[in-house]
């Protein structure tokens, strides 16, 4: 080999040195940067202030107004040692108890509509008022005398001392006899239920259902019965949304003259 080809094969030696160097530095330097790529991308996020949290808000617990009030009404506000007198416009709390006198009846009104009409002499409180996927859940607990429920939305639960009268459309009443240890509930029309520990009943239009808190009777199922022209009369003389209803059945033409919530006797058995 003569020295010209010498030199030639040491140029080329050198220059395929040159070019893998240059490819060395070159992707050593590319590597390089996604490096320091990644480690921006790291310290900012674990430097990134955190989204504030937000609470998604319960549904509130609601209330029902009076808006109509006749004798002597009054109401007790939770945290209240007694009560105090009601007005047209006042507001019964959550847990709050509304009581009437003798001779004396209100109206109370819900937010989805639905009107609770009180009886003479009767007592409940607001236990449950929430609004919920089908609509205005409410649970009121009668502990003396007569409400009448006249629903327009939702469903509404009445506690009463032998179990629960519900309604879920549209005209429902629960009365407490003490004299008697009955509860009655009436269907004036659409469907309700009465229900205790050992059943149910379900009741519809025109239908009455009793429920024996005292004694043995406590141990039986509801009873299902009829409603009677004192039955109506009571509805007339307290609910007077109950009006077309009554006559269209035919139920309002014999009304009697007695106390929407009298006291049974074995003589006069009003219910």
């Given at each position: 080999m003569t020295r010209l080809n010498l030199l030639e094969n040491a140029i080329s030696k050198i220059k395929a040195i040159a070019k893998d160097e240059k490819k060395r530095i070159y992707i050593a330097s590319l590597l390089g940067v996604v490096l320091v790529v990644i480690l921006a991308v790291v310290f900012l996020n674990?430097?990134?202030?955190?989204?504030?949290?937000?609470?998604?808000?319960?549904?509130?617990?609601?209330t029902a107004t009076v808006k109509e009030t006749s004798g002597s009404v009054t109401i007790k506000q939770p945290g209240q040692e007694g009560f105090s007198a009601a007005g047209v416009g006042d507001i019964l709390q959550l847990?709050?108890?509304?009581?009437?006198?003798?001779?004396?009846?209100?109206?109370?009104?819900?937010p989805s509509g639905t009107i609770i009409r009180v009886a003479p002499s009767s007592l409940f409180t607001l236990e449950v008022n929430k609004q919920t996927s089908n609509g205005l859940?409410?649970?009121?607990?009668?502990?003396?005398?007569?409400?009448?429920?006249?629903?327009?939305?939702?469903?509404?639960d009445i506690m009463v001392p032998s179990g629960v009268a519900s309604v879920r459309g549209s005209f429902m009443s629960a009365l407490i006899y003490p004299g008697s240890g009955k509860v009655f509930v009436e269907c004036l029309e659409g469907h309700c239920s009465a229900n205790n520990n050992t059943g149910k009943v379900d009741l519809t239009n025109g239908q009455k259902g009793?429920?024996?808190?005292?004694?043995?009777g406590a141990d039986q199922l509801p009873q299902l019965t009829v409603m009677n022209q004192n039955d109506y009369a009571s509805w007339l003389a307290i609910?007077?949304?109950?009006?077309?209803?009554?006559?269209?059945?035919?139920?309002?033409?014999?009304?009697?003259?007695?106390?929407?919530?009298c006291q049974p006797t074995k003589d006069n058995p009003c219910k």
């Open positions: 674990s430097h990134k202030p955190s989204p504030p949290v937000v609470d998604t808000p319960t549904a509130p617990d609601l847990h709050g108890e509304l009581q009437t006198g003798s001779s004396s009846t209100a109206r109370l009104d819900l859940t409410t649970t009121l607990n009668l502990t003396l005398g007569q409400i009448f429920i006249i629903l327009k939305s939702g469903s509404l009793v429920l024996v808190y005292t004694g043995n609910s007077p949304e109950s009006q077309d209803i009554i006559n269209q059945s035919g139920n309002g033409q014999n009304g009697s003259n007695h106390s929407p919530n």
